[in-house]
């Protein structure tokens, strides 16, 4: 059977069986899990200490709360990915096996920050690392270039340093502005069709 939260594919089969683990807690306690996930996926850290009371109360151990996250994760991000409403993604969750009021809570959860989530899935998609500032000095003959990045790998800004002929540079700048005003262009088009 397809899913349309997953992307008009099958259902995975991990996720099929997190369903009975998630099943064991109540449906309060899924909401509340639901929160934990979203403002982790939203990149804020995941209170842990609340995250190991919801589960120890529904006697799931360490392996399976993590398991417990990952698919309410994935169900998550997937229906952000793919537009899915929150009616079809109730449905879909209690043809997998979700208890009704489980799917209702986690829907109301999807519902209230898909906003949120489909921007901040946007602006990290297929990113390694996010500018964070550049910084130029003058070296006589050439310019020195610091470029400032946050590296998703290791969590932190790094700084890459290097220098160009002043006649490069100029060249670079003006290359790159061609580029970005193709870049608007390309998405004016696409907004108009």
């Given at each position: 059977?397809?899913?349309?939260?997953?992307?008009?594919?099958?259902?995975?089969?991990w996720l099929l069986?997190?369903?009975?683990?998630?099943?064991?807690?109540?449906?309060?306690?899924?909401?509340?899990?639901?929160?934990?996930?979203?403002?982790?996926?939203?990149?804020?850290n995941i209170d842990?200490?609340?995250?190991?009371?919801?589960?120890?109360?529904?006697?799931?151990?360490?392996?399976?709360?993590?398991?417990?996250?990952?698919?309410?994760?994935?169900?998550?991000?997937?229906?952000?990915?793919?537009?899915?409403?929150?009616?079809?993604?109730?449905?879909?969750?209690?043809?997998?096996?979700?208890?009704?009021?489980?799917?209702?809570?986690?829907?109301?959860?999807?519902?209230?920050?898909?906003?949120?989530?489909?921007?901040?899935?946007?602006?990290?998609?297929?990113?390694?690392?996010?500018l964070e500032g550049?910084?130029?000095?003058?070296?006589?003959?050439?310019?020195?270039?610091?470029?400032?990045?946050?590296?998703?790998?290791?969590?932190?800004?790094?700084?890459?340093?290097?220098?160009?002929?002043?006649?490069?540079?100029?060249?670079?700048?003006?290359?790159?502005?061609?580029?970005?005003?193709?870049?608007?262009?390309?998405?004016?088009?696409?907004?108009?069709?």
């Open positions: 059977m397809r899913f349309k939260f997953c992307g008009d594919a099958d259902c995975p089969d069986v997190q369903i009975n683990n998630l099943s064991k807690m109540t449906s309060i306690k899924m909401k509340v899990l639901s929160n934990l996930v979203v403002k982790s996926i939203l990149g804020e842990k200490e609340k995250l190991s009371r919801i589960t120890t109360e529904a006697k799931l151990d360490e392996k399976d709360s993590q398991g417990c996250v990952a698919a309410i994760a994935f169900i998550i991000t997937s229906a952000s990915r793919y537009a899915v409403s929150e009616k079809s993604l109730s449905n879909e969750l209690q043809q997998i096996g979700f208890p009704h009021e489980h799917a209702s809570a986690l829907c109301r959860v999807f519902c209230d920050n898909v906003g949120k989530l489909t921007t901040h899935l946007a602006n990290n998609s297929l990113r390694l690392s996010k550049v910084s130029c000095s003058d070296e006589g003959d050439f310019v020195q270039v610091v470029l400032k990045t946050w590296e998703r790998s290791s969590n932190s800004v790094q700084s890459t340093s290097f220098n160009i002929d002043k006649q490069q540079l100029v060249l670079l700048l003006a290359d790159l502005k061609q580029v970005y005003s193709r870049m608007e262009e390309i998405e004016a088009e696409s907004n108009n069709t």
